[in-house]
């Protein structure tokens, strides 16, 4: 409130009529009598004039004159004019002004005499009286034609009017000066309110609060102001969520660049950990044979079964490698057809049958009506031969492996289900990444190389449908979703 504009605004009008009236006041009481004395002085001149305009010495046919008559009785002046040849006119017109004209040089002899004005012909002065005569004003001296003349004025206390006038001029004041701080202290409440509401306003923005607005019809400059923090505030908010959306984008930018370098990084420790081996094993059998360790033909044909599997394992590696690269990078195309699926599984399940019974699993597909479903044939061909080789790579304990199709509304989802260990919960998320694997001995063991779940992860996002795990008590379940085709839907239903 120290700072406030509203008390500044009554503080400083105040002020100045404060000063205002001290300065009237003391004006008044430097000026009032000398302006009155010079205004007086003037008035006698008038009169002076006027009788070095009369003719032949007919000063008495200034009575016939009433403008000249009426001057003297509002000036209150007391006119005498003595010619060369002892005439003498009076305004009065009584043998007492002709007394006074005998003593009028004793009358300058009393009281305070201070000259005003002196000139050739008049003198101007100023005589202050005792208790017993009143102040006066006198003009004397010589007209144009040698006549004497003396105009006389009485004048009242100009102090004592000074002070009244300044007592008036006091109350007056004081009371305009009241009156007016009340007016004032109205007028700056009505002023400074909208002004307060800005400041509040200004204040929420600082805050990042753009929702309050100023409201107000009036066209004045705080109207104006009003209506450009309006737009500033517009502005700002637009501005502010401009940047913030910009900066969110730039950190996802960022945290996928991150992400990608961490890939990256990821990605060739991985691949510079499985070539180790198998590039390892070659060179080591390669070198076996080339210093001829064993010189039996047997020895050199298991060197070379040895050296021929490593690179089949390598070859088989980087084909997937490409395929998955394919797909993360949206480089390859996603062929939508409509294809009998029953008859792409049981492909699969003819070809891995060879490999369960030299394992000793039994494959079980029962469904022999067509299903006919939309997606990628030959990718989807590659989705099922993950997941029956992943399920041949772990099966155990019952050495069963499941697959079926269920028919849910829209869509038909194939499963296959594999007896054996079942993944800890807190890798179920994991299975789906690159190079990871959940048993890396027993993974080495059949040469795995942890990217085929991540290639069906990849097709099955290309495709905008869904796959996932689940652990069962005696074993584990991989499935994936298709769309029914179009037409099929009602069978699809029935079965």
């Excluded at 008049?122 to 003009?139: N, P, R």
């Amino acid at each position: 409130m120290k700072k406030s504009i509203k008390i500044r605004l009554a503080v400083t009008y105040i002020v100045i009529m404060c000063l205002s009236l001290a300065v009237m006041l003391g004006v008044n009481s430097l000026f009032l009598e000398k302006y009155y004395l010079a205004r007086k002085t003037d008035s006698l001149k008038n009169v002076y004039q006027a009788l070095n305009n009369v003719d032949n010495y007919q000063y008495s046919a200034l009575n016939d004159d009433d403008a000249f008559k009426k001057y003297l009785a509002e000036k209150n002046f007391r006119l005498i004019v003595v010619d060369p040849f002892g005439n003498c006119y009076s305004t009065t017109k009584d043998e007492a002004e002709m007394l006074a004209y005998m003593q009028f040089e004793s009358q300058f002899s009393r009281g305070k005499r201070v000259i005003m004005e002196q000139k050739d012909n008049y003198v101007v002065t100023k005589i202050s009286g005792d208790a017993s005569t009143m102040d006066v004003v006198c003009m004397y001296g010589n007209l144009d034609d040698k006549s004497s003349f003396m105009i006389r004025t009485p004048i009242q206390s100009i102090r004592d009017s000074a002070q009244i006038s300044n007592m008036f001029y006091l109350y007056i004041g004081l009371a305009t000066i009241l009156i007016s701080s009340v007016i004032i202290w109205i007028m700056s409440r009505r002023i400074i309110r909208p002004l307060q509401t800005l400041s509040d306003i200004s204040r929420e923005m600082a805050d990042l609060h753009f929702d309050v607005k100023y409201h107000s019809t009036s066209q004045d400059e705080i109207g104006i102001l009003g209506n450009n923090l309006n737009k500033l505030s517009e502005d700002l908010e637009k501005t502010i969520s401009e940047l913030k959306t910009a900066n969110n984008e730039l950190q996802q930018d960022i945290a996928k660049k991150e992400e990608i370098d961490e890939m990256r990084k990821e990605f060739l420790a991985n691949v510079s950990h499985e070539l180790k081996t198998p590039i390892a094993l070659i060179q080591g059998y390669a070198e076996g044979l080339q210093e001829c360790i064993n010189d039996d033909a047997q020895s050199r044909e298991f060197y070379c079964e040895v050296i021929v599997d490593e690179a089949g394992k390598m070859n088989q590696m980087v084909k997937k490698l490409l395929t998955l690269n394919q797909l993360e990078f949206g480089n390859d195309t996603v062929a939508m057809e409509r294809f009998d699926l029953t008859d792409l599984v049981s492909g699969v399940v003819q070809s891995a049958r060879l490999l369960a019974e030299q394992k000793g699993a039994e494959i079980h597909f029962n469904q022999t009506e067509p299903v006919y479903v939309w997606g990628d044939e030959f990718k989807m061909e590659e989705v099922v031969t993950n997941y029956v080789s992943n399920a041949l790579n772990h099966v155990d304990y019952e050495k069963k492996i499941e697959i079926k199709t269920e028919i849910r509304q829209d869509t038909v989802r194939l499963s296959v289900f594999n007896t054996g260990d079942v993944i800890p919960e807190e890798d179920l998320d994991k299975v789906w990444v690159k190079f990871y694997k959940v048993d890396k001995a027993r993974t080495r063991e059949y040469g795995g190389s942890g990217i085929g779940l991540s290639i069906v992860k990849a097709i099955m996002d290309s495709m905008h449908q869904k796959c996932g795990v689940k652990n069962y008590s005696n074993g584990v379940e991989f499935w994936f979703e298709l769309s029914c085709a179009d037409g099929q839907k009602t069978e699809c239903q029935k079965m």
